[in-house]
Structures are given as structure tokens and as C-alpha cells.
């Protein structure tokens, strides 16, 4: 047993205290969690429960059944009183820092410096009392030890220990254990309340459990160790989740971030679209009133010269003479003739949609190339089915560009015709938007061939590119992708001429409408070779020098390899 000094250390004050009354322990109850309380709040308890035969822990919630439904039946928990008294006994024998005792006797009315502790009487007794104790015949068995020995703990520990009494028959120590119940009884108990239960002496019974719990134990022990493992891997995903939704959290933070930053560009954009689209529909404004006051200042000479050559005519005929009349004859019918020759600019205006159209893209659009708001279309006089207009011709050229990358500005090149404002450039690629429905015919010429440093650009020996033509049904809005080929180089001496690239011709999702493949290239080009120009069939011509040509868009093979 720990000594006096140790043992206070250890034991806190709340370990022997009830949980519910806050108070040291009152007949301590032990339930079947293994959790203790006072008998009388495990009574108070009960009676604000529905159920009778059974008890709440009110620590664990874990449930315990009641034998009769009565709190008296439940175990006594033995090891917390004797251990309460123990702590007791401690505290009285503690020495001051003076190195006195304030341990005083409990039997006499004296109050004397206990000097011996009765382990059977659980009191402090004085030198009087002591001999006293010694000289009654029932006492004089009682173990007695010193205070230096109650305060080392070494006479505790060497004592026999105390015998508790029965419950039922306080005259009755507990020295039996009763193996039909599972509980320590006194010799009234065998011979009444557990009459023909298995018993056997209290002893024997604990050095049994003890190899029992001793067992039980150290199960307990590598559950235990395992549950701490658990535990720790537990934290550890706790953190791990942690670290996890934080790191998370700032990706969803920077993306909506960016978002947003995103966002904004758009809205600037759709801004700066707005102000253009309104310039533009004022500028169309603007442009069509000169239009008018041009005509309305033409019509109204036209009226007013009118009116007064009409005035003239009709007073000359109702008040003129013969003489005056044909006098003036050649001038009015010569005034009157060339007003009524006299037309005024027409002004055309498609029905329903006056001058001016919105076209609304809708959607959001995520393309960085791609309008936000719309377009603003302006009307020409015929535009009112947006049919395709008789007579539309645009061609498309390579913009005056050579290389690889194609052209990257449209320049002049289609100001005036038909489909200037219609074309932009993305990559090299020509984008051609329909203005209107209808019929097209589309034709692609191949580009062709280089052409050698002895012969010259003019000479008709050069590859020619293939000449393809289709009509097709285009709607207005629709785009077509456009890439034109580039005519091959003059050669460097020594090596062979390249051949022209193709035309292409797609829909905006680069399904193909006409190809047009260029002509091919050779060596030492002094008279014309056929096989060497463009061909309409999928499977390219033979070379000049007998080797196949490329399939399917693929170039020739030999030994398995392109050439």
C-alpha cells in the first residue's frame, strides 16, 4: 500500500466523490458500468424514471437491471468506502510542518493526542484508551498500530484486513462468498437468505478472481493498446482530413477567384460590346437620316417647282388670251416634262424590320473570341427574307502570305467586294460568316507547284493544283472555315521542286465541304508530266518516277513507312 504522503497524492477528491451529489460517498452503489454513486441519489434517481426495474447510469447511460426494484439490492462497492476511510485515516495523522500531529483520540471525551490506530474499530485512540482497549476481553484481539506506522503505510499493509459487517445482520462479518449469487455473505446469510447456495470462505473465492481478473486484465491490456492504436490512426485521418479541407478550401477559394476575375473581363467586355453596338446602331442612324433629308430635300424642290409650274399652267388656262397661252406653250410643256422626268433617290426599307436588326447571340460564351452581347446588322433594301442575294461573288486568296503559319492580317484585300466586314483570321485560317440563305456555288483551286531555277515560273511544266466545285446550302449565320493553299517556291539548285498546298473548305465544327489538293512537285522538270498535277480522286497520282501515290489523305508508302 502507498504510504500516507503518496496515497493523498494519488487520490483525488473527486475519485470519492458521488458524481450526482457532489459529496463524499453515502453507501456507495456500484452499478453494472462499474460507475458508483450514493444509495439515496440512486433512489432519487429511480423515481424520476418511467422504468422501475432498471437504472440509468447517468455518466454512460448504460442501463442496470434492479433486482425487486429495489436501489438496496445493488452491490455495495466495498474498495471505495474502505478506500474513503483509508484517505480519512491519512489526513488525520498527517503531520504538520511543525512535525506535531493533529490526530486526536476518537473515543475519549478528552480529545488526547491519538497515538495507535484499532484496525477492527476503525478509530485513533490515545495512550488511555489504548490501555483501555487492551484490558476489555472482546477488544483485547483488536490490532492495534502506531501513527508513524499509520503515516508510512507499512502497518496498514502489514495488518490483517478489517472484516466488514453484513448489511442484513450487522452482528454478521462478511467471510463467505456466496458462488450461486456472486456475493460476499455473513454465516445468518448461508443459513437464511442463500440457504442451499454453493459457498465457499471468502479467501479461497478472491484468490480465485483474482486469476480470473488477472486474465481479464491483460485481455483488457492489449485491447486497450489496440484501441489507443485506432485512436492514434483516427487523429491522424482527423488531421489528415484537416489538412485535406483546408487545402481544398484554397482551391475552391482561388477558383472562384479566378472566376471572378474572369467574370469581370466578361462584364468589361460586355461593356465595351455594348458601346460599339450603340456607336454602331447611331452611326447607322445618323447615316440613314442624311439619307433622308438628302431625298426630302430633293422631293421638296421637286413639290415646290411643281406647284408653282402647275400654279402658273392653270392660271395661264383659266385667265390667259390665245396669244398669251401659245406664247408661253413650248416653255410650260418644256418645265412640266422635265419635272415629271425628274426622280428622287429611293429610299428602300425591308418590311417589318426598318434599316436596323439586333442579333442576339445568347448563351454565355466561355471562347475568348466569341461576342458576348450580339450583333448589329444593318439592312439593305432587298435584305427583307434574308435570302441570298443574285450575283454574290467572293473570292478568297492567301492575303499575299507565304510559310507555314499563313496569313495573320487581313489587310486591304477584300475592301469593296461582296464579303469585305465578313471575314476574320483565327491561326491562319480564314472564317467566312454566310450573310445570307441560300444556293452557293463554292470552287477551290489547289495551289500549284514550285517550279525550277532553269526553267521559269511562266513554263507550263509546273504541277497544276486540282480544280474542285460544288453548290451548297448555306444559312445565314453560319460559318465556314477557309484555308487557301500556297503556291510552291522557285527550287535551290541541286534539288527537287515542292508541290503547291491544298485548298480546304469546312463548317465551323471542321467537317469538310470541297478539298482541293495541290499540284505536284519533282526533279528536273523540263517537259510537262501529267501525273504530276492535282487530282479530284481520294488516291494521289504515281510520281514521275513509276512509285504509287498517297491514299486517303496519306503519303506514299514504301516498306511500310510514309515517304
Not at 459529496?23 to 454513486?37: A, E, I, N
Not at 474498495?79 to 483509508?86: A, C, G, P, Q, R
Not at 437620316?289 to 422631293?299: G, H
Request: proline share 2%.
Amino acid at each position: 500500500m502507498a504510504t500516507g504522503g503518496s496515497l493523498l497524492s494519488q487520490i483525488s477528491d473527486d475519485f470519492l466523490e458521488c458524481q450526482i451529489c457532489l459529496q463524499p460517498y453515502r453507501r456507495p452503489k456500484v452499478l453494472s458500468c462499474l460507475h458508483t454513486f450514493c444509495q439515496e441519489c440512486l433512489e432519487l434517481l429511480l423515481k424520476r424514471q418511467e422504468q422501475q426495474n432498471e437504472l440509468e447510469c447517468p455518466t454512460c447511460r448504460t442501463k442496470t437491471e434492479l433486482p425487486g426494484s429495489d436501489v438496496a439490492a445493488l452491490k455495495d462497492n466495498f474498495f471505495v468506502e474502505s478506500l474513503k476511510d483509508t484517505v480519512k485515516l491519512h489526513k488525520a495523522v498527517k503531520e504538520t510542518e511543525g512535525g506535531s500531529s493533529n490526530a486526536v483520540c476518537g473515543l475519549c471525551e478528552s480529545g488526547g493526542e491519538a497515538k495507535s490506530y484499532c484496525v477492527e474499530c476503525a478509530e485513533l485512540l490515545c495512550d488511555g484508551c489504548i490501555g483501555l482497549h487492551q484490558r476489555i476481553k472482546a477488544l483485547k484481539g483488536h490490532q492495534l498500530i502506531s501513527i508513524e506506522e499509520v503515516r508510512s503505510g507499512t502497518g496498514l499493509k502489514a495488518a490483517k484486513p478489517r472484516t466488514q459487517p453484513c448489511r442484513l445482520h450487522e452482528d454478521e462479518s462478511l467471510k463467505f462468498y456466496c458462488e450461486t449469487c456472486g456475493e460476499a455473505v455473513c454465516r445468518d446469510c448461508i443459513m437464511v437468505e442463500h440457504k442451499d447456495h454453493s459457498y465457499t470462505h471468502l479467501a479461497k473465492a478472491s484468490a480465485g478472481i483474482k486469476q480470473e481478473l488477472a486474465a481479464a486484465l491483460e485481455d483488457a491490456h492489449e485491447r486497450m493498446a489496440e484501441l489507443k492504436d485506432k485512436q492514434q490512426q483516427l487523429l491522424s485521418k482527423k488531421s489528415l482530413l484537416k489538412d485535406t479541407v483546408a487545402k481544398v478550401q484554397d482551391e475552391i477559394n482561388g477558383a472562384a477567384e479566378q472566376t471572378r476575375d474572369h467574370l469581370k473581363r466578361l462584364l468589361d467586355r460586355v461593356d465595351a460590346e455594348e458601346k460599339v453596338l450603340l456607336q454602331k446602331v447611331q452611326g447607322i442612324e445618323k447615316k440613314t437620316e442624311k439619307e433622308f433629308c438628302t431625298v426630302e430635300d430633293t422631293l421638296e424642290t421637286a413639290i415646290v417647282s411643281l406647284s408653282s409650274t402647275t400654279e402658273f399652267g392653270r392660271s395661264i388656262f383659266a385667265h390667259g388670251t390665245d396669244l398669251e397661252i401659245t406664247s408661253v406653250k413650248t416653255e410650260v410643256q418644256s418645265r412640266l416634262q422635265s419635272l415629271l422626268e425628274l426622280s428622287p433617290t429611293e429610299i428602300r426599307a425591308p418590311a417589318g424590320e426598318p434599316w436596323v436588326r439586333f442579333d442576339a447571340d445568347g448563351g454565355v460564351k466561355i471562347d475568348e473570341d466569341a461576342t458576348l452581347v450580339g450583333d448589329v446588322i444593318e439592312l439593305e433594301g432587298d435584305d427583307v427574307t434574308g435570302d441570298v442575294k443574285e450575283g454574290f461573288k467572293a473570292t478568297f486568296t492567301t492575303l499575299g502570305t507565304t510559310g507555314r503559319l499563313g496569313p495573320t492580317a487581313l489587310g486591304q484585300h477584300y475592301s469593296g467586294q461582296d464579303h469585305d466586314g465578313l471575314v476574320t483570321l483565327n491561326n491562319g485560317i480564314q472564317h467566312f460568316t454566310v450573310k445570307h440563305t441560300g444556293t452557293y456555288e463554292i470552287e477551290a483551286a489547289g495551289a500549284a507547284a514550285g517550279w525550277s531555277v532553269n526553267i521559269p515560273k511562266s513554263a507550263a511544266v509546273r504541277g497544276r493544283g486540282a480544280l474542285m466545285k460544288r453548290t451548297f446550302q448555306l444559312k445565314r449565320g453560319e460559318v465556314l472555315k477557309i484555308l487557301v493553299g500556297q503556291e510552291g517556291v522557285q527550287n535551290v539548285p541541286g534539288f527537287g521542286v515542292g508541290g503547291g498546298g491544298g485548298t480546304f473548305v469546312t463548317r465551323d465544327d471542321n467537317s469538310p465541304l470541297i478539298v482541293a489538293g495541290g499540284g505536284g512537285g519533282g526533279c528536273l522538270l523540263s517537259v510537262r508530266n501529267a501525273t504530276s498535277d492535282g487530282t479530284k480522286e481520294t488516291t494521289g497520282n504515281p510520281s514521275s518516277g513509276g512509285a504509287a501515290g498517297g491514299r486517303m489523305g496519306l503519303g506514299q508508302y514504301r516498306g511500310g513507312q510514309v515517304m
